[in-house]
T-cell receptor
Framework: AQTVTQSQPEMSVQEAETVTLSCTYD???????LFWYKQPPSRQMILVIR??????QNATENRFSVNFQKAAKSFSLKISDSQLGDAAMYFC?????????FGTGTRLQVFP | KAGVTQTPRYLIKTRGQQVTLSCSPI?????VSWYQQTPGQGLQFLFE???????NKGNFPGRFSGRQFSNSRSEMNVSTLELGDSALYLC?????????????FGPGTRLTVT
């Protein structure tokens, strides 16, 4: 069975600094998708970034980028120039084929 | 385009009762998935519907059921409520069909069982 592990329950970062959230997963599949979702205190889950396993190039969305290491089954999220609005729970998720399997989440605090 | 909507947003029920939650997907989306979120168990997949058919199911008892209508709206039903069913229930929609599409989440329904 596929599993997703986020080993950092909490992280903190200073405004304008960079922070990296870790995620590892376990699967025997070769084709799958990985996502990072953000859940602010308002509870609406928001898609941050996605990565297709067959693509070697790391995905980037503005200040958010991933470091995808397929052989190591690692999928970390880097947030550059952190902003107060980035404070939230961040969930790493694996999808194959029709359901999302989530990690336990990392709570990110951003300090001014 | 309007996002995923869920009704009601908050619900208080008594043990033993049943409850129905509703989800309206983004226009054009044909797949609806349901998730349960609790502090102890995190986010767990309940089931997914595509074109009115249940395509995938998580490890939940038969008290949890769902359905999807021809307009892609979906309902989730929980019968004989237990205290442990208190949770945030999230609905997510995606285009569905061939390929992997992003899931877009609704704001959730907060269910409290007393």
């Amino acid at each position: 069975a596929q599993t997703v592990t986020q080993s950092q329950p909490e992280m903190s970062v200073q405004e304008a600094e960079t922070v990296t959230l870790s995620c590892t997963y376990d699967t025997s599949e070769s084709d799958y998708y990985l996502f990072w979702y953000k859940q602010p205190p308002s509870r609406q889950m928001i898609l941050v970034i996605r990565q297709e396993a067959y693509k070697q190039q790391n995905a980037t969305e503005n200040r958010f980028s991933v470091n995808f290491q397929k052989a190591a089954k690692s999928f970390s999220l880097k947030i550059s120039d952190s902003q107060l609005g980035d404070a939230a729970m961040y969930f790493c998720a694996y999808r194959h084929p029709d359901k999302l399997i989530f990690g336990t989440g990392t709570r990110l605090q951003v300090f001014p | 385009k309007a996002g995923v909507t869920q009704t009601p947003r908050y619900l208080i029920k008594t043990r033993g009762q049943q409850v129905t939650l509703s989800c309206s997907p983004i226009s054009g989306h044909r797949s609806v998935s349901w998730y349960q979120q609790t502090p102890g168990q995190g986010l767990q997949f309940l089931f997914e519907y595509f074109s009115e058919t249940q395509r995938n199911k998580g490890n939940f008892p038969g008290r949890f059921s769902g359905r999807q209508f021809s307009n892609s709206r979906s309902e989730m039903n929980v019968s004989t409520l237990e205290l442990g069913d208190s949770a945030l229930y999230l609905c997510a929609s995606s285009l569905g069909g061939q390929g992997i599409y992003e899931q877009y989440f609704g704001p959730g329904t907060r269910l409290t069982v007393t």
